[in-house]
């Protein structure tokens, strides 16, 4: 079949596998390529067990795998034949050196830079999909334009605002699409290019454009108001604890005023996942570097405040088991940092799990996506963990229930039959406030959820 357009991602991760299966799903008449330098990966795509687990996207990679969506290891050759590539490579926060535990580590998209001006025999649009701090598409442009090649590499930011665990929803169903270009000539040309793509599925009043500092400087700023949102709540939940106040009854009033809006108001263990964290630190790292300090510590104080809210928690089961946790069977349910993704970068889990194996406790890890990641995360860590998929078999002779995923399955867990099975006092932590509390303190458990009044049965 003859391709009206031949596009590339480079990076096959969370944001650039999804977010090109959906391409290619909506654009049957273009060719989608995926590559990746880790062959495995790419190993992974192209097999029955996708590297990634996201609701929805098994389906769409089926329909589409090897008919206009391929996954390939060959970069070289794949810049060579596509003239529109998106660049979907990690962008962790850096390690070391300047604006170590700050900024972003920008080695792969410099390397990729240099890649596409190596390879490429004809012009390109380049479109930055990774979340990147503001001017990224300078350096690339910087780049692209330092060999005095006889082509044209017009950079576009395009930032990618999925959510995982809705990400394929979210793909189809974006609330926008945003594209960041030049406002010359051959910038507009290409962010019409872009516009025709996403045209096929997404109403045009949800395309927008802006230049690329406001595009890239937006994906920074969607998140960090989004983190600061549950930094706010967790705040409020420590208040609600001293004062017998419920936090999900503020969040329900506080939320039901229109101007405020009702999402992102779930107080529990803090936020995870590969992003928040990391772009508010680029974006407190980039105020400083402008020599903005206040701005820099207002926005730092919303991942201060997602850390105490963990350092609370931990101390919370501590002291309401008697102060020692040596040698007492804690059960994790949960590990991914949200429900629906097997992903646990960021998790809130690695840090609690942490802390209770540096009190002695013996901890059995149930998740029904994330135990592999799990045992990565935890690996080299000293203390006794198991890990064992079924909630029941997990729960079985330990002291305590710790919830720290809002997986949909833990509602619905038989509380009877997971009591039954444990050391009495039994206790449940629900650090994502997802249970039935009243029921399960009826059952016998002493029940601790998070910004709400603790349910025990002890009397003093
Ligand atoms: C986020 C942004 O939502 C998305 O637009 C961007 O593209 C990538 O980063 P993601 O990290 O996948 O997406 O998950 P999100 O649903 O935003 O949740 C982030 C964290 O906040 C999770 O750990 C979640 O459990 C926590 N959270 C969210 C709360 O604790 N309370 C809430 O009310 C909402
Ligand atoms: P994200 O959540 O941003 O998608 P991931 O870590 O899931 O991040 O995916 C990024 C992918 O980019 C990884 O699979 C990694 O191997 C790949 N990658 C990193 N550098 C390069 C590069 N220079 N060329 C091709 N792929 C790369």
Redesign the pocket.
């Known amino acids: 079949m003859k391709f009206k357009k031949k596009i590339l991602c480079i990076g096959a991760g969370?944001?650039g596998g999804p977010s090109m299966a959906m391409i290619a799903y909506k654009c049957p008449d273009y060719r989608i390529t995926v590559v990746d330098i880790n062959p495995d990966r790419i190993d992974a795509w192209n097999s029955s067990e996708l590297p990634i687990y996201e609701p929805g996207l098994e389906q769409i990679v089926k329909k589409t795998r090897g008919k206009n969506l391929f996954f390939d290891k060959d970069i070289e050759n794949q810049i060579k034949e596509n003239d529109i590539i998106f660049v979907s490579v990690h962008t962790p926060t850096k390690t070391y050196g300047t604006g170590a535990d700050m900024t972003a580590d920008l080695q792969y998209w410099e390397k990729t830079a240099r890649q596409i001006l190596k390879y490429s025999r004809s012009s390109k649009i380049v479109i930055e999909k990774s979340?990147l701090p503001v001017k990224t598409a300078l350096a690339m442009e910087k780049i692209l334009s330092s060999a005095k090649s006889k082509f044209n590499f017009e950079v576009l930011s395009n930032?990618?605002?999925?959510?995982?665990?809705?990400?394929i929803s979210?793909l189809e169903n974006p609330d926008r699409v945003l594209i960041g270009s030049h406002e010359t000539k051959n910038g507009l040309k290409a962010r019409a290019e872009l516009i025709k793509l996403y045209s096929r599925w997404v109403p045009k009043e949800n395309i927008i454009t802006s230049n690329i500092w406001s595009s890239e400087l937006s994906?920074l700023v969607?998140?960090a108001f989004?983190?600061q949102?549950?930094s706010s709540?967790?705040s409020i939940s420590a208040l609600c604890e001293k004062t017998d106040a419920d936090v999900s009854e503020v969040a329900k009033a506080v939320g039901m005023d229109k101007r405020i809006g009702d999402?992102?108001?779930?107080?529990?263990?803090?936020?995870?996942?590969?992003?928040?964290k990391k772009?508010i630190l680029n974006l407190v790292y980039l105020c400083r570097f402008y020599d903005l300090k206040e701005v820099a510590s207002y926005w730092e104080n919303v991942v201060r405040i997602n850390e105490y809210q963990q350092e609370r928690f931990v101390s919370n089961i501590l002291h309401s088991m008697f102060g020692t946790l040596a040698g007492k069977k804690i059960c994790i349910l949960g590990f991914a940092?949200?429900?629906d993704?097997g992903?646990t970068r960021?998790?809130?889990a690695i840090y609690i799990s942490q802390k209770l194996l540096m009190e002695h406790a013996e901890l059995i890890i149930s998740d029904p996506k994330a135990l592999k990641n799990a045992a990565v995360d935890l690996s080299g860590i000293k203390g006794k963990v198991k890990y064992i998929e079924d909630p029941y078999q997990a729960a079985a002779g330990c002291h305590a229930l710790v919830i720290l995923?809002?997986w949909d399955t833990y509602r619905k867990l038989d509380f009877h039959k997971i009591y039954k099975s444990m050391v009495k006092p039994a206790f449940i932590f629900d650090g994502?406030n997802i249970i039935d509390h009243k029921k399960c303190f009826s059952i016998g458990f002493n029940v601790y959820p998070v910004g709400k009044p603790a349910l025990s049965h002890f009397k003093v």
């Open positions: 969370y944001v979340t930032p990618e605002f999925m959510a995982e665990g809705t990400a979210d994906k969607a998140n989004l983190a949102r549950v709540i967790n999402k992102f108001l779930k107080a529990g263990i803090g936020f995870g996942g590969s992003c928040f772009d940092f949200k429900a993704t992903d960021e998790s809130p995923t809002d994502r």
